[in-house]
């Protein structure tokens, strides 16, 4: 009698970074049928030899050539139809990563990076794991969960970059003048002294993050 309780387990990462103030994906083109043409998160089976977290830091590498900056499970998709040809379990996972520092064009054919609000045609159900990560990523940015934000924002920015940073998080536009009071006012961010250079318009002050920050109720 044929077993029924093995399963075909992949892993499926999506990964993010901070661009032109917003989240940006990376994402691949699939080269074959089922959904040729379609966009998918990179991910792979998992074997025998290595665990998920394993796999996903191998993946991050190989999308981004470089170590991801930071790792976190998300949920486990295991509808009986999500793959056409098998039976597949998915774990998803969400990762950070330096978008200025990907090279696409030393990478892989067929990667770019998107705006999860505005996604290309996506093979299986990779949509719903993007919502899923996404919703979770939100979360973590508002209350700053893991210190997120540090890892977002590692170099200086103004407080207007900032600003159009969360009115992204947030969908939703906020008072120019009461963000700055509550992110000065609550030491979220500290004045560096420093002035932006280029760009039109008068230099803006610089801010930092304050590396002690921590969990917020809210932000």
């Not at 074997?47 to 949920?75: C, F, H, R, W």
């Not at 890892?151 to 970059?161: A, C, G, N, Q, V």
């Not at 536009?173 to 979220?188: A, L, M, P, T």
């Not at 803006?204 to 920050?213: E, V």
């Amino acid at each position: 009698m044929a077993k029924s309780y093995y399963n075909v387990i992949e892993t499926l990462v999506s990964i993010w970074a901070v661009n032109d103030n917003k989240l940006k994906l990376l994402l691949r083109r699939k080269k074959e049928d089922p959904y040729k043409g379609y966009w998918m998160l990179p991910g792979s089976i998992l074997s025998n030899e290595e665990t998920l977290e394993e796999q996903t830091k191998d993946i991050v590498v190989k999308m981004t050539q470089l170590p991801p900056i930071y790792i976190k499970g998300g949920a486990i998709f295991s509808n009986l139809d999500r793959d056409p040809d098998e039976r597949v379990i998915g774990q998803s996972f969400l990762a950070l990563t330096l978008k200025d520092l990907v090279a696409l064009d030393s990478l892989e054919e067929g990667m770019a990076w998107f705006d999860p609000n505005d996604l290309p045609k996506m093979a299986y159900d990779h949509k719903n794991i993007i919502e899923s990560n996404f919703k979770d990523l939100k979360q973590m940015v508002i209350y700053n969960e893991d210190n997120i934000l540090l890892k977002l924002f590692p170099s200086d920015f103004t407080i207007p970059e900032f600003q159009k940073f969360f009115e992204f998080i947030l969908e939703r536009e906020v008072d120019r003048r009461n963000f700055s009071k509550k992110v000065i006012g609550d030491k979220v961010v500290i004045d560096t002294g420093e002035k932006s250079l280029g760009g039109p318009g008068r230099p803006g002050k610089l801010y930092r993050l304050n590396s002690q920050l921590g969990e917020r109720s809210k932000l």
